[in-house]
């Protein structure tokens, strides 16, 4: 089965016009944002955030081209999910290229479905390859205007 990204993303859980704030403010914010949607219990948060930002010390998941995909995998999330935090002024996210993010995928994944992981990370590794979809990504100025772009990306209107 191909994963498509509105499977993986929350409509619930996109986060339009993020102020330029630090990242772990922002990983904070999109883990909120997740577990208001069901995708992980209140009592994960800490813990979550935790994960996500020792992984962040590790290496850096800002990969460049604006963009960064933080994600976790844990034994008490059920179901994959990400989050989508949108900042048009620019986040420093130790990138890679050290270039300001834009745009974070922020992915909690259950511990016990790592062929999931690897495929959800590939279906929005394959949409943020695209120069097109980054740059409306970046532009949406709200959370119906993104989730409008992931229903488009679906259904492939940004080519392979």
């Known amino acids: ?18 102020p330029s704030e630090e990242r772990d403010a922002v990983v904070a914010r999109l883990v909120d944002a997740l577990i208001a949607v069901g995708a992980a219990d209140a009592s994960l948060r800490a813990e979550l955030v935790s994960r996500v930002l020792e992984r962040e010390r590790i290496g850096s998941t800002g990969f460049g081209k604006g963009i960064a995909v933080p994600h976790v995998k844990h034994k008490s999330v059920k179901k994959l999910a990400a989050a ?7 986040l420093d996210f130790n990138a890679l ?4 993010v834009y745009t ?27 120069e097109t979809f980054r ?8 959370s119906d205007d993104a989730w409008t772009l992931l229903e ?9």
Request: glycine share 10%; hydrophobic share 45%.
């Open 1 to 18: 089965m191909f994963m498509k990204l509105t499977q993986i993303v929350s409509k619930g859980a996109i986060v339009a016009n993020i």
């Open 84 to 90: 989508i935090g949108l900042a048009p002024g620019g």
């Open 97 to 100: 290229d050290h270039q300001p």
């Open 104 to 130: 974070v995928f922020l992915l909690l994944s259950p511990a016990d479905k790592p062929d999931d992981h690897l495929q959800a990370m590939e279906v929005i590794f394959k949409h943020l390859s695209q």
């Open 135 to 142: 740059r409306f990504l970046r532009q949406a100025q709200t």
């Open 152 to 160: 488009e990306a679906d259904g492939h209107q940004f080519g392979g």
